[in-house]
Nanobody, 117 residues
Framework: QVRLAESGGGLVQPGGSLRLACAAS????????MGWYRQDPGTQRVLVAD???????NYSESVKGRFTISADNAKNTVYLQMDSLKPEDTAVYFC???????????WGLGTQVTVSS
């Protein structure tokens, strides 16, 4: 049974920081990409950042310079350090893993991040 366990969401004031973590278990295929997406109510899920198995990160323009993605491949865990948070970063954040030769996509259930004073 594949499970992506997300943690670290919550309420933070503008300018504050949060660190999200996503631990993947039950995946027997090789993992190629791990990443984070976010979604506001009524909108599509959009990429925040992802990181390939070679360690190469990719960021959306809206978070460049503020967010840092990293991964512990031995633990199948991906992290998202979010600094200088803004109210527009408020969303549900979803962990994504792409694995196997067929590039199967797995999703976590999401964790709420709220940036508000």
């Amino acid at each position: 049974q594949v499970r992506l366990a997300e943690s670290g969401g919550g309420l933070v004031q503008p300018g504050g920081s949060l660190r999200l973590a996503c631990a993947a278990s039950g995946i027997t295929r090789s993992i190629y990409v791990m990443g984070w997406y976010r979604q506001d109510p009524g909108t599509q899920r959009v990429l925040v950042a992802d990181i390939a198995d070679d360690g190469n990160p990719n960021y959306s323009e809206s978070v460049k310079g503020r967010f840092t993605i990293s991964a512990d491949n031995a633990k199948n865990t991906v992290y998202l350090q979010m600094d200088s948070l803004k109210p527009e970063d408020t969303a549900v954040y979803f962990c994504q893993v792409v694995a196997g030769p067929d590039l199967k996509v797995y999703w976590g259930l999401g964790t709420q991040v709220t940036v508000s004073s």
